[in-house]
């Protein structure tokens, strides 16, 4: 036989031996959060290892990190436009910096940077701000002409042939992608070791309140009673809250991605380019990677309409003519819960006990180790960190919206 | 070795075709496959495995194909694609890869889409797809009937298949579509399939997307061998039983003299007949059941053949190709072939996008789809109708170097170090081991690895499961997908009817929305600062004009039109009278400005409203909104007539005098045709609707013709020695004066008190849209962003999105706008900063330059406003 | 790719069409009688169900009709389309 490598397939890296086992449900726990994503995951690491919550189980519905976590382009950036943004999404990668060292895992974090195309003179002029904001943020970014495009990212075309051509780009370098499996393992793994309770298909089928407190939930593999329970499950959270009368902002719609097959490496950065909806990476084991936005009504069906594909490619191909003859190889939608102003939720409920963490939309991805820590604070003390402090749902009702949507026009 | 037999098959044998294949020359035929051609041509070996580097063969014979990737060169180029279900041509070239493709700028092939509507889309044209087409085209219904391989019929056609695909498709309503494949089924009937349409010229293929919606649709794409894990199961040779018959049917290749059948099943006994009449001499067939029926007994009888029952091939041997096999009887076959089949596998995958789930069956070893839906059904052994009953074979005893997955060089070891780290579903073990991730979408590793999983874990194989299927079912171009819509074809392009003229005159474009717009108008070579300024100088001391017909024209009409319009609108329209024109500002309801534009009172019930060019659509489409929806008592129409007119600003000290030259009826001056008002005029000989509206602060008329006099105006215009001017000139001049452009200095989080536009929000009248949000107590905050002038000291032109901070580096806001203002004699800029209303005097920062401003009210230029009337 | 049945227009494709989002939320009578909480509920939180929702669709490819739409989030299918309610009905 010729040269093995048996520590996973194709592109993967060493990992520990033994990750992770499902458990079993206790009959109570200290605190329990809904949905082994990324985020319930990060949530639950932190309660561990900051807040000394071990009496803790993730319950997921499915299979570990099967969610949106499986179905996301990967990648990690933190120039947002607005300050609350920028320092959650600064802190978050930060946080994916030193992700290896903390959890003890290969998560193939690249720092390949990010590229945000602008293709129209307002778009211009919203890249210059963000630069300009970001560094005023201690966030590395930096304007480039459509020559330094070229320069960082060879197979985009600059030239004047596109119906919208390339004006400049904001660039990040520290920005990147990682693999999106070895973290949720990586995060499962070391929760495995300090005693919480994966406990996969497991279906949380509702909340029990008592004199207006959290005292259990009922799943689909009996009941588990706890005063705590952190929501994080990602588009499913309005199901959740809405037999408790909790009506949240909130509107789930497919998100699409597809892959490719493997190709010799071409595209050494992230491209992202808001004016044709694309984002476009080259994942680790050579995989085109490409995102669009959300489509456009809810649903929880995780299935979007074709055409959103077929526009995408369209864009892809317009930006990289040498992806033309590039195949796509699966298509998928996730479930993202959108709020009015694109921005996530992790506050506290008028439920006493009852925590959530939604609302990310396009972005949750590259919050994940901020999200959970974060949450994992409100959780622990009952009141927001210091960087969530906007994120609050009360900027609903006093219009303090965080809307990069209307401010950045830069979406994911 | 594979051979070409000298009869038999579909092949043209009157037509060979010249190929090469990694530089070397060959010939096959029309009808083959370039994997068929290059079996017949003695070729097997392709690139080697992707992470092992390990030779490897043709394995299969369309889709399910795992190894044989190839790029083709000529003459239609594909980075990657499996060499088994390339239709051959002459002159086609390729190189085989090792499972990563390389991406390289190609010119575009042309590609078409077709929509097309169906009562029955019937996908195969096997024996049950055929029945199946024939029936619905008998009953009268629209068929299309589309199949993947250049000849219909099946992998194994029957002999009356030919026949009956043309007598198919000489019906009316019935629509043939060879090479077609389906790659996803959708909601509602939705069919998405790309045809790899054969021009007639060589290599000339055209790709068409069809886009099929059909009442009816029936998936009839039988079913594909599944093989089995063996150590050194990758060996070239090695290859499912069902593409070898194919070969031999088809392309009369006779992929092995001397192959070993691996098998579990009955059904495999027909191929080892037809091997064996084919001139085959095999030396053994291995079926891991102790009993087999008698006819397939009778079969290794005829044909004197070795049959080893209760037994498994256990390991392959050979150095670049398999020549001899160890089964679990301890016997030593030597071969040239192993041919393998341990189950047959419907190849459902197409059902399970539409929600029918494909469950396991024990008796036939394989995934069946289970039901259907109202609009979707598989039929014959797609559905698992006359499967053979097969025993459960997943993977030899002891065999830990054998191969799962050959796209991926995924290994039973693998699936054992997943199962070792814990995990437990099919899911997880396909992400660790990558299995079923290649191009051939796990068609023959999918079930398998969950078959080796469950016998690992001591469980059903249905409790394990398999994979959630993703489409598309096949591989797809993006260009295929893409279509022609890139370049001008990628959006729209929209133009004014005087694009000609501004071409002529050598101008420089902007995008604005699908809009071109002239940007400014170079002379003998200046640079866009030299033009800019020569146009605002026209502009403020003599006479320029510029294109405004992209802004968007909305006649809103009818008894309540004026009423209407309060409440779209932030202040009192309805009260405006005849003649008369307003500038007015709309704002969402969370009390953000989403537009600005005027409105001129034609009659008591018909206001013609402007909007700006990127927001027309959505300012209509608004108003629609809520007249609609929540004011349908309202008697008002909404017409968009933005492409009916042209619209030509004239602008500066002259333009009274230009035009009144071409206005000879009509009295223009100041007294006579006041401020914010409009009246008809014949303009150069047309019937014209000018107003005096100005977005400069000079004296202006705006001048709307029907579009097709927009050029005749614009001449006559011209002669008069009127400079056009484009889109930095109105921004230059507008900034001079502090009127905002909305997108530019607004970004969705403005309200009109934010800009110190409050006086035009109305608390006189009733309720309007966004009115409430306006006493939220964030939209009332004092530190709201506030829109100011800024003046550089020293005097330097800012970057538009440049931060500002405070004498603490705290961030304060950002320059929207900013321009070398003639005018003014120096820089100005806009900027919005954080209580900016209250900062006036105060010295701000652009810290990237290091440049101090100070903040002054944002009209720059004539705040008295004595130059509006001349 | 959905098949909704346009009330005026009969069958179309889904690309011709734009969601407005859940139907029946109507503006309030006094938009000022309601507090900040209230008004920003109006604003901003939607009906989110996984499973049937009525909806305001608007065919602004074909007659730029808003009507409604019953769809299931879940399974996506289109249970019925209507016209809006006239001047005075119910929706």
């Given at each position: 036989?010729?040269?093995?490598?048996?520590?996973?397939?194709?592109?993967?890296?060493?990992?520990?031996?033994?990750?992770?086992?499902?458990?079993?449900?206790?009959?109570?726990?200290?605190?329990?959060?809904?949905?082994?994503?990324?985020?319930?995951?990060?949530?639950?690491?932190?309660?561990?290892?900051?807040?000394?919550?071990?009496?803790?189980?993730?319950?997921?519905?499915?299979?570990?990190?099967?969610?949106?976590?499986?179905?996301?382009?990967?990648?990690?950036?933190?120039?947002?436009?607005?300050?609350?943004?920028?320092?959650?999404?600064?802190?978050?990668?930060?946080?994916?910096?030193?992700?290896?060292?903390?959890?003890?895992?290969?998560?193939?974090?690249?720092?390949?940077?990010?590229?945000?195309?602008?293709?129209?003179?307002?778009?211009?002029?919203?890249?210059?701000?963000?630069?300009?904001?970001?560094?005023?943020?201690?966030?590395?970014?930096?304007?480039?002409?459509?020559?330094?495009?070229?320069?960082?990212?060879?197979?985009?075309?600059?030239?004047?042939?596109?119906?919208?051509?390339?004006?400049?780009?904001?660039?990040?370098?520290?920005?990147?992608?990682?693999?999106?499996?070895?973290?949720?393992?990586?995060?499962?793994?070391?929760?495995?070791?300090?005693?919480?309770?994966?406990?996969?298909?497991?279906?949380?089928?509702?909340?029990?309140?008592?004199?207006?407190?959290?005292?259990?939930?009922?799943?689909?593999?009996?009941?588990?009673?706890?005063?705590?329970?952190?929501?994080?499950?990602?588009?499913?959270?309005?199901?959740?809250?809405?037999?408790?009368?909790?009506?949240?902002?909130?509107?789930?719609?497919?998100?699409?991605?597809?892959?490719?097959e493997?190709f010799e490496?071409?595209?050494?950065?992230?491209?992202?380019?808001?004016?044709?909806?694309?984002?476009?990476?080259?994942?680790?084991?050579?995989?085109?990677?490409?995102?669009?936005?959300?489509?456009?009504?809810?649903?929880?069906?995780?299935?979007?309409?074709?055409?959103?594909?077929?526009?995408?490619?369209?864009?892809?191909?317009?930006?990289?003519?040498a992806?033309a003859g590039a195949h796509v190889?699966?298509?998928?939608?996730?479930?993202?819960?959108?709020?009015?102003?694109?921005?996530?939720?992790?506050?506290?409920?008028?439920?006493?006990?009852?925590?959530?963490?939604?609302?990310?939309?396009?972005?949750?991805?590259?919050?994940?180790?901020?999200?959970?820590?974060?949450?994992?604070?409100?959780?622990?003390?009952?009141?927001?960190?210091?960087?969530?402090?906007?994120?609050?749902?009360?900027?609903?009702?006093?219009?303090?919206?965080?809307?990069?949507?209307?401010?950045?026009?830069?979406?994911? | 070795m594979s051979r070409r037999l000298a009869q038999g098959g579909l092949i043209n044998r009157a037509r060979p075709l010249r190929f090469v294949v990694d530089g070397q020359e060959y010939t096959g035929f029309e009808g083959d496959t370039l994997a068929s051609a290059m079996l017949g041509a003695g070729v097997q070996r392709v690139g080697d495995s992707i992470?092992?580097?390990?030779p490897r063969g043709i394995f299969g014979a369309r889709w399910e194909e795992p190894n044989a990737m190839v790029r083709l060169l000529a003459p239609l180029r594909e980075p990657m694609v499996p060499a088994t279900v390339v239709d051959l041509v002459d002159g086609l070239e390729a190189v085989t890869l090792s499972g990563r493709g390389v991406l390289a700028p190609s010119p575009r092939d042309r590609r078409d889409a077709v929509?097309?509507?169906?009562?029955?889309?019937?996908i195969g044209a096997g024996q049950?797809g055929l029945?199946?087409?024939?029936?619905?085209?008998?009953?009268?219904?629209?068929?299309?009937l589309v199949d993947d391989r250049a000849t219909p019929g099946g992998a194994i056609p029957s002999p009356d298949a030919a026949d009956r695909v043309a007598a198919l498709a000489g019906?009316?309503?019935?629509t043939v579509l060879p090479r077609t494949a389906v790659i996803?089924?959708?909601?509602?009937?939705?069919?998405?399939a790309i045809e790899r349409r054969d021009t007639g010229h060589a290599g000339a293929e055209v790709r068409r997307v069809w886009?099929?919606?059909?009442?009816?649709?029936?998936?009839?794409t039988g079913?594909i061998d599944?093989?089995?894990?063996?150590?050194?199961?990758?060996l070239p040779g090695i290859m499912l039983l069902g593409a070898a018959h194919e070969y031999l049917a088809r392309a009369a290749v006779l992929v092995a003299d001397a192959p070993?059948?691996?098998?579990?099943?009955?059904?495999?006994?027909?191929t080892?007949?037809a091997l064996?009449r084919a001139g085959a001499?095999?030396?053994?067939?291995?079926?891991?059941?102790?009993?087999?029926?008698?006819?397939?007994?009778?079969?290794?009888?005829?044909?004197?053949?070795?049959?080893?029952?209760?037994?498994?091939?256990?390991?392959?041997?050979?150095?670049r190709r398999v020549?001899?096999?160890?089964?679990?009887?301890?016997?030593?076959?030597?071969?040239d072939g192993v041919l393998?089949?341990?189950?047959?596998?419907?190849q459902?995958?197409?059902?399970?996008?539409?929600?029918?789930?494909?469950?396991?069956?024990?008796?036939?070893?394989?995934?069946?789809?289970?039901?259907?839906?109202?609009?979707?059904?598989?039929?014959?052994?797609?559905?698992?109708?006359?499967?053979?009953?097969?025993?459960?074979?997943?993977?030899?005893?002891?065999?830990?170097?054998?191969?799962?997955?050959l796209s991926?060089?995924?290994?039973?070891?693998?699936?054992?170090?997943?199962?070792?780290?814990?995990?437990?579903?099919?899911?997880?073990?396909?992400?660790?081991?990558?299995?079923?991730?290649g191009p051939d979408q796990?068609r023959t590793?999918?079930?398998?690895?969950?078959?080796?999983?469950?016998?690992?874990?001591?469980?059903?194989?249905?409790?394990?499961?398999?994979?959630?299927?993703?489409?598309p079912v096949i591989p797809v171009s993006f260009a295929d997908l893409?279509g022609?819509?890139?370049?001008?074809?990628?959006?729209?392009?929209?133009?004014?009817?005087?694009?000609?003229?501004?071409?002529?005159?050598?101008?420089?474009?902007?995008?604005?929305?699908?809009?071109?717009?002239?940007?400014?108008?170079?002379?003998?070579?200046?640079?866009?600062?030299?033009?800019?300024?020569?146009?605002?100088?026209?502009?403020?001391?003599?006479?320029?004009?510029?294109?405004?017909?992209?802004?968007?024209?909305?006649?809103?009409?009818?008894?309540?039109?004026?009423?209407?319009?309060?409440?779209?609108?932030?202040?009192?329209?309805?009260?405006?009278?005849?003649?008369?024109?307003?500038?007015?500002?709309?704002?969402?309801?969370?009390?953000?400005?989403?537009?600005?534009?005027?409105?001129?009172?034609?009659?008591?019930?018909?206001?013609?409203?402007?909007?700006?060019?990127?927001?027309?659509?959505?300012?209509?489409?608004?108003?629609?909104?809520?007249?609609?929806?929540?004011?349908?008592?309202?008697?008002?129409?909404?017409?968009?007539?933005?492409?009916?007119?042209?619209?030509?600003?004239?602008?500066?000290?002259?333009?009274?005098?230009?035009?009144?030259?071409?206005?000879?009826?009509?009295?223009?001056?100041?007294?006579?045709?006041?401020?914010?008002?409009?009246?008809?005029?014949?303009?150069?000989?047309?019937?014209?609707?000018?107003?005096?509206?100005?977005?400069?602060?000079?004296?202006?008329?705006?001048?709307?013709?029907?579009?097709?006099?927009?050029?005749?105006?614009?001449?006559?215009?011209?002669?008069?020695?009127?400079?056009?001017?484009?889109?930095?000139?109105?921004?230059?001049?507008?900034?001079?004066?502090?009127?905002?452009?909305?997108?530019?200095?607004?970004?969705?989080?403005?309200?009109?008190?934010?800009?110190?536009?409050?006086?035009?929000?109305?608390?006189?009248?009733?309720?309007?849209?966004?009115?409430?949000?306006?006493?939220?107590?964030?939209?009332?905050?004092?530190?709201?962003?506030?829109?100011?002038?800024?003046?550089?000291?020293?005097?330097?032109?800012?970057?538009?999105?440049?931060?500002?901070?405070?004498?603490?580096?705290?961030?304060?806001?950002?320059?929207?706008?900013?321009?070398?203002?003639?005018?003014?004699?120096?820089?100005?800029?806009?900027?919005?900063?954080?209580?900016?209303?209250?900062?006036?005097?105060?010295?701000?920062?652009?810290?990237?330059?290091?440049?101090?401003?100070?903040?002054?009210?944002?009209?720059?230029?004539?705040?008295?406003?004595?130059?509006?009337?001349? | 790719?959905?098949?909704?049945?346009?009330?005026?227009?009969?069958?179309?494709?889904?690309?011709?069409?734009?969601?407005?989002?859940?139907?029946?939320?109507?503006?309030?009578?006094?938009?000022?009688?309601?507090?900040?909480?209230?008004?920003?509920?109006?604003?901003?939180?939607?009906?989110?169900?996984?499973?049937?929702?009525?909806?305001?669709?608007?065919?602004?490819?074909?007659?730029?009709?808003?009507?409604?739409?019953?769809?299931?989030?879940?399974?996506?299918?289109?249970?019925?389309?209507?016209?809006?309610?006239?001047?005075?009905?119910?929706?």
């Amino acid at each position: 036989m010729g040269t093995r490598n048996a520590s996973a397939g194709d592109g993967m890296p060493q990992l520990a031996d033994r990750l992770w086992r499902s458990a079993e449900p206790a009959a109570s726990y200290d605190a329990v959060i809904v949905g082994a994503g990324g985020h319930g995951l990060a949530a639950a690491y932190y309660l561990a290892t900051e807040h000394g919550i071990r009496n803790l189980a993730v319950l997921e519905h499915g299979w570990l990190a099967g969610g949106n976590m499986a179905r996301n382009t990967a990648i990690i950036r933190s120039n947002y436009l607005l300050e609350a943004s920028a320092a959650l999404y600064e802190h978050a990668l930060q946080l994916w910096e030193r992700m290896e060292d903390d959890l003890g895992q290969p998560v193939l974090f690249d720092q390949r940077g990010v590229l945000n195309l602008a293709h129209t003179l307002q778009e211009v002029r919203d890249g210059v701000r963000r630069v300009e904001a970001n560094r005023l943020s201690g966030i590395d970014a930096d304007w480039l002409t459509p020559d330094e495009v070229a320069d960082v990212c060879p197979v985009v075309d600059v030239s004047d042939r596109l119906r919208y051509p390339v004006l400049g780009a904001t660039y990040q370098p520290r920005a990147g992608i990682a693999k999106h499996d070895l973290v949720a393992w990586a995060y499962a793994k070391r929760l495995y070791d300090l005693g919480v309770d994966l406990i996969e298909g497991c279906e949380v089928t509702g909340i029990e309140t008592a004199g207006g407190r959290v005292s259990g939930i009922a799943t689909t593999r009996g009941r588990i009673a706890t005063g705590t329970v952190g929501l994080a499950a990602a588009g499913r959270t309005s199901v959740l809250t809405e037999p408790l009368g909790l009506a949240l902002p909130l509107q789930s719609h497919p998100l699409q991605a597809l892959v490719s097959e493997l190709f010799e490496p071409v595209h050494p950065t992230v491209v992202m380019s808001n004016a044709v909806h694309v984002y476009v990476s080259q994942a680790h084991k050579g995989e085109l990677v490409l995102g669009a936005g959300v489509d456009g009504y809810n649903g929880y069906a995780q299935r979007g309409s074709f055409h959103v594909i077929e526009e995408q490619l369209a864009a892809a191909i317009e930006l990289f003519p040498a992806f033309a003859g590039a195949h796509v190889l699966r298509t998928w939608a996730g479930v993202v819960d959108i709020t009015p102003d694109a921005s996530p939720i992790i506050d506290s409920t008028p439920i006493d006990g009852l925590f959530v963490n939604c609302g990310w939309g396009t972005g949750g991805f590259k919050a994940t180790p901020a999200a959970g820590r974060l949450f994992a604070h409100t959780i622990a003390t009952g009141s927001p960190h210091e960087l969530s402090r906007p994120y609050v749902l009360d900027r609903f009702a006093s219009g303090a919206l965080i809307d990069e949507h209307g401010a950045a026009a830069v979406a994911h | 070795m594979s051979r070409r037999l000298a009869q038999g098959g579909l092949i043209n044998r009157a037509r060979p075709l010249r190929f090469v294949v990694d530089g070397q020359e060959y010939t096959g035929f029309e009808g083959d496959t370039l994997a068929s051609a290059m079996l017949g041509a003695g070729v097997q070996r392709v690139g080697d495995s992707i992470r092992h580097g390990r030779p490897r063969g043709i394995f299969g014979a369309r889709w399910e194909e795992p190894n044989a990737m190839v790029r083709l060169l000529a003459p239609l180029r594909e980075p990657m694609v499996p060499a088994t279900v390339v239709d051959l041509v002459d002159g086609l070239e390729a190189v085989t890869l090792s499972g990563r493709g390389v991406l390289a700028p190609s010119p575009r092939d042309r590609r078409d889409a077709v929509h097309a509507h169906a009562e029955t889309l019937v996908i195969g044209a096997g024996q049950a797809g055929l029945a199946a087409a024939e029936r619905a085209a008998g009953a009268g219904q629209r068929v299309i009937l589309v199949d993947d391989r250049a000849t219909p019929g099946g992998a194994i056609p029957s002999p009356d298949a030919a026949d009956r695909v043309a007598a198919l498709a000489g019906r009316e309503h019935v629509t043939v579509l060879p090479r077609t494949a389906v790659i996803g089924l959708y909601d509602d009937g939705y069919a998405i399939a790309i045809e790899r349409r054969d021009t007639g010229h060589a290599g000339a293929e055209v790709r068409r997307v069809w886009r099929i919606r059909a009442a009816s649709i029936v998936i009839a794409t039988g079913t594909i061998d599944r093989p089995y894990a063996f150590d050194n199961n990758d060996l070239p040779g090695i290859m499912l039983l069902g593409a070898a018959h194919e070969y031999l049917a088809r392309a009369a290749v006779l992929v092995a003299d001397a192959p070993v059948i691996s098998t579990a099943h009955d059904g495999s006994y027909e191929t080892v007949d037809a091997l064996a009449r084919a001139g085959a001499r095999l030396p053994a067939v291995v079926d891991a059941r102790d009993e087999v029926s008698s006819d397939a007994r009778s079969v290794c009888d005829r044909h004197s053949i070795p049959l080893k029952l209760g037994t498994v091939i256990t390991s392959a041997h050979g150095d670049r190709r398999v020549e001899a096999v160890s089964t679990s009887d301890g016997d030593r076959l030597p071969c040239d072939g192993v041919l393998l089949s341990a189950a047959r596998a419907p190849q459902a995958a197409l059902a399970s996008h539409v929600g029918i789930p494909l469950a396991y069956e024990r008796a036939v070893a394989a995934l069946v789809p289970d039901g259907e839906t109202d609009r979707v059904r598989v039929i014959g052994s797609a559905a698992g109708e006359g499967l053979p009953e097969a025993a459960e074979l997943w993977c030899a005893p002891d065999a830990e170097h054998a191969y799962v997955d050959l796209s991926r060089d995924s290994t039973v070891a693998d699936i054992d170090v997943a199962l070792d780290a814990g995990l437990r579903s099919v899911e997880h073990i396909k992400r660790f081991t990558t299995i079923g991730t290649g191009p051939d979408q796990g068609r023959t590793s999918g079930l398998l690895a969950a078959g080796i999983v469950a016998e690992r874990l001591g469980r059903p194989v249905g409790d394990v499961g398999v994979p959630r299927s993703r489409p598309p079912v096949i591989p797809v171009s993006f260009a295929d997908l893409a279509g022609r819509r890139t370049g001008d074809l990628a959006d729209p392009v929209r133009r004014t009817a005087l694009h000609s003229r501004h071409v002529e005159r050598g101008a420089i474009f902007e995008d604005v929305g699908q809009w071109k717009r002239p940007r400014y108008f170079p002379r003998g070579g200046e640079a866009m600062g030299e033009a800019v300024r020569r146009e605002c100088i026209a502009a403020r001391t003599d006479v320029a004009m510029m294109d405004a017909s992209t802004l968007g024209i909305i006649e809103v009409t009818g008894p309540d039109a004026g009423p209407f319009l309060d409440r779209m609108y932030t202040n009192r329209l309805s009260t405006l009278g005849i003649g008369r024109v307003r500038y007015t500002m709309m704002c969402g309801l969370d009390g953000m400005v989403t537009d600005d534009g005027t409105v001129m009172c034609i009659d008591d019930e018909h206001f013609r409203v402007s909007t700006t060019t990127g927001g027309a659509a959505a300012v209509l489409d608004a108003m629609e909104l809520w007249l609609q929806t929540e004011w349908p008592e309202l008697r008002v129409h909404l017409t968009s007539t933005t492409d009916h007119w042209a619209t030509i600003a004239l602008v500066g000290p002259r333009s009274r005098d230009v035009l009144q030259t071409l206005t000879p009826d009509t009295d223009l001056s100041a007294a006579a045709f006041e401020f914010m008002r409009w009246r008809r005029a014949q303009v150069a000989g047309i019937d014209a609707v000018v107003s005096r509206v100005s977005f400069s602060g000079e004296l202006a008329f705006e001048i709307h013709v029907p579009w097709w006099a927009a050029a005749r105006v614009w001449d006559a215009l011209a002669e008069h020695d009127v400079t056009p001017y484009g889109t930095e000139t109105m921004h230059v001049l507008r900034a001079e004066k502090g009127f905002v452009i909305v997108g530019q200095d607004t970004d969705g989080t403005v309200t009109p008190i934010d800009l110190g536009y409050g006086w035009i929000v109305s608390n006189k009248k009733g309720d309007f849209i966004g009115k409430r949000s306006l006493a939220r107590p964030d939209t009332r905050r004092p530190d709201r962003p506030q829109l100011v002038g800024l003046l550089t000291e020293p005097p330097a032109l800012l970057d538009e999105g440049a931060a500002l901070v405070d004498a603490d580096g705290s961030l304060l806001g950002h320059v929207t706008s900013s321009y070398d203002s003639a005018a003014v004699g120096r820089p100005i800029a806009l900027a919005l900063v954080r209580g900016g209303h209250a900062r006036m005097g105060a010295t701000v920062t652009a810290p990237t330059d290091g440049v101090s401003c100070r903040i002054v009210d944002p009209v720059f230029y004539d705040p008295e406003g004595r130059r509006r009337d001349g | 790719m959905l098949l909704i049945e346009c009330p005026w227009c009969g069958p179309r494709d889904e690309i011709e069409f734009v969601c407005g989002g859940q139907a029946g939320v109507s503006y309030p009578p006094d938009p000022f009688a309601l507090d900040d909480d209230e008004w920003g509920h109006y604003l901003f939180v939607r009906d989110n169900p996984a499973g049937p929702l009525a909806e305001q669709w608007c065919h602004t490819a074909g007659c730029r009709s808003w009507f409604i739409v019953e769809r299931d989030t879940l399974t996506q299918h289109v249970l019925a389309t209507r016209k809006l309610p006239e001047a005075g009905e119910e929706l």
